[in-house]
């Protein structure tokens, strides 16, 4: 008798059933995170040893930031081999701080382990994020990590400022969902220092704050997010106050043709036209707008809600406070005059929480992600790698809208 209960125990050890759970069941992602990270470490130390780094903005952000440690604080003067400084202050402080660990920029292997760390800690983050929401089976986890060459590569072979903002961004909205709303919107606006394009989760955030703080309180928030703006931008404020708005808030800037990924079929006349960026710009608002008045808002009462002078519920359902905020950033890509390769990480960690939010099929979810990874993986962009991420981004995007509200907050259910 003990002999089929032993071979019952090995053919148990090898069953799909005793690990499906996981493998499909989100109450156990944790124990792929834990792997995963332990995998990307690894990893990370393999890349950095085995490929070699390329050089693209590296040594521009060095020598940006060493016009400043040498006493230049009128941004219209600052420069780098790939032209003027267009980032925030909190970017010059930031990759100031990098310039003196890593001996004037030279030290790239240094650097590289130092993006490797930021990329460890940014995905605890994002799993802490995923956790909370529990909504993702956990093999999915397995296409966010060690499945994106290119992820890998913005962060440790290109040494790009995106990810540093990207990680203030997560960092922000993992305070938010412990309702630490005020050291969030620090955090939050620390990121727009170092790049605006953490400003594409502001309508959504905004919302979210009248929802939690109301009208007095949300306006308290505004002015601690903008007086971080002008503290750490002081001093090139003082020098020069209108060349430090003009570079690093020039929100009219012209993008390189060269290295669009999601307009290459056009023609560079259209491209550069302001009609095509007033377009944009004009759908961008009124999806958003669509979004705010027919979606997010319904889970607390409506559009009404938001003008309410008091807080309409301080208890909000952590998909409540993540839809909102990674669908607008979803709705900015979708409607950007371009987009670059280093700008897949603005919204790549995101990219399953608004897949698994929608009601299509799991093959289709997938199918998408796979498509995706495989646009912003083709060098150069071609007509059908732009018109293909266009393609999933308006299915995706049509997905969202035809997917399920979420639920009311109890308390708004109370108060109806």
């Known amino acids: ?33 834990i792997s995963l990270l332990v995998a990307e470490a690894l990893v990370n130390v393999v890349i950095i040893n ?19 440690i040498n006493g230049t604080f009128n941004y219209l003067e600052l420069r780098g081999d790939t032209g003027p400084l267009v980032y925030p202050a909190g970017f010059v402080y930031v990759f100031m701080g990098l310039y003196h660990i890593t001996d004037k920029g030279t030290d790239i292997r ?25 909504k993702i089976p956990p093999y999915v986890y397995f296409f966010m990590c060690c499945a994106s060459y290119r992820i890998h590569s913005i962060y440790i072979l290109r040494l790009f400022n995106d990810p540093v903002a990207m990680f203030f961004l997560y960092l922000a909205v993992n305070l938010f969902l412990y309702d630490k709303w005020t050291w969030g ?13 953490v400003l594409l ?86 999806v958003l707008v669509g979004f705010l008045v027919y979606k997010w808002s319904r889970s607390i009462g409506g559009v009404k809600a938001l003008l309410s002078w008091q807080p309409v519920t301080k208890n909000l359902d952590a998909n409540n406070i993540i839809l909102p905020l ?11 005059r371009s987009l670059h390769y280093q700008f897949y990480v603005w919204y790549f960690h995101t990219l399953p929480y608004l897949l698994w939010s929608t009601e299509l099929p799991v093959k289709y979810r997938l199918l998408l992600l796979g498509v995706l990874e495989l646009c ?41």
């Open 110 to 134: 240094l650097a590289q382990y130092i993006f490797a760390a930021l990329y460890i800690v940014t995905l605890i983050l994002v799993f802490n994020i995923y956790h909370r929401v529990n």
């Open 50 to 68: 085995k490929i070699k780094y390329t050089e693209i903005d590296w040594q521009a952000y060095m020598q940006e930031v060493e016009g400043v």
């Open 376 to 416: 912003w993986n083709t060098y150069p962009s071609t007509v059908y790698s732009s018109g293909a991420l266009h393609v999933c981004h308006v299915v995706l995007l049509i997905a969202l809208w035809y997917s399920g509200t979420i639920p009311r907050t109890t308390q708004v259910q109370k108060m109806k």
């Open 185 to 197: 919107c620090l955090v939050f606006s620390l990121g727009v220092s170092v790049k605006m394009n």
């Open 326 to 336: 990674f669908t607008a950033n979803f709705i900015g890509m979708c409607f950007s």
């Open 201 to 286: 989760f502001s309508p959504a955030l905004l919302m979210l704050l009248l929802v939690t703080q109301g009208i007095p309180r949300t306006v308290l928030h505004l002015g601690l997010c903008a007086t971080v703006q002008l503290v750490l931008g002081l001093p090139f404020i003082i020098t020069n106050p209108l060349g430090y708005l003009i570079r690093s808030f020039d929100l009219g800037r012209q993008f390189i043709f060269t290295w669009t990924v999601n307009w290459r079929f056009l023609p560079l006349d259209i491209f550069h036209s302001r009609s095509l960026h007033a377009t944009l710009l004009g759908l961008h608002l009124a």
């Open 1 to 33: 008798m003990a002999a089929p209960s032993r071979r019952g125990k090995i053919r148990d050890f090898f069953s799909f059933k005793t690990y499906k759970r996981y493998i499909c069941d989100p109450n156990y992602s944790w124990v792929v995170m």
